[in-house]
């Protein structure tokens, strides 16, 4: 099975539309993060946190939310999404060290019409 | 704002022949240096980093690279390409422990 994976995979959603997408680890790691990947722009970091009380912002963050419900879930909303959301989402894990090889689920591919 | 710059977006190398992709990172106190690579519908995997000592850095499947400060550089290479290294290839680099910046990518493919 695989360490970090993301629901749903595929998702295409309307403009104004509520879209949460849910990021699982079995890592046992404490730091998590959310990225969004667009052709020519690579990834860039949307919300990072390092433990269940502590979540940061990103480089990105205008537009999303996200929650931490346990140390193994992470997850990231769009409360309204708009058709420049449309993207590639990751979820990363790391363990305790900034350094820390970071490990990245398959991606989600989101539409917004 | 620190960034992260690939000059190549795309390159294509014979299946046998070397490998070498560009990565420069905006100057600051020296981050710490990341390559991954990004196969199709996959997520990203690590290759190799850098973070103090040897500035050649050896990494999983033949890669390395090589930081050079006075070039604020961190090019990856690899001396004999495979038809399964085609990917995307990404440099990232950690700016104040907590601050990921990645590269555009940089795309290879390789000819049999």
């Known amino acids: 099975d695989a360490d970090v994976t993301q629901t749903p995979r595929n998702r295409i959603t309307k403009t104004g539309k509520r879209i949460m997408l849910e990021c699982s680890q079995t890592k046992g790691h404490d730091r998590m993060y959310w990225y969004r990947q667009d052709p020519g722009l690579g990834l860039q970091l949307i919300y990072y946190?390092?433990?269940?009380?502590?979540?940061n912002k990103g480089e990105i963050s205008d537009g999303y939310s996200v929650s931490r419900q346990a140390q193994a879930k992470f997850s990231l909303s769009l409360e309204s999404a708009i058709p420049n959301q449309t993207a590639l989402y990751f979820c990363a894990t790391s363990s305790g060290g900034a350094t820390d090889t970071q490990y990245f689920g398959p991606g989600t591919r989101l539409t917004v019409l | 704002a620190q960034s992260v710059t690939q000059p190549d977006i795309h390159i294509t190398v014979s299946e046998g022949a070397s490998l070498e992709l560009r990565c420069n990172y905006s100057y600051g106190a020296t981050p710490y240096l990341f390559w991954y690579v990004q196969s199709p519908g996959q997520g990203l995997q690590l290759l190799l980093k850098y973070f103090s000592g040897d500035t050649l850095v050896q990494g999983i499947k033949g890669f390395e690279a090589e930081f050079k400060r006075s070039q604020s550089s961190f090019n990856l290479r690899k001396p004999s390409v495979h038809w399964s290294d085609a990917a995307e290839y990404f440099c990232?680099?950690?700016?104040?422990?907590?601050?990921?910046?990645f590269g555009a990518g940089t795309r290879l493919t390789v000819k049999p």
């Open positions: 946190s390092f433990d269940v009380k502590d979540i």
């Open positions: 990232a680099a950690l700016y104040n422990n907590n601050d990921m910046r």
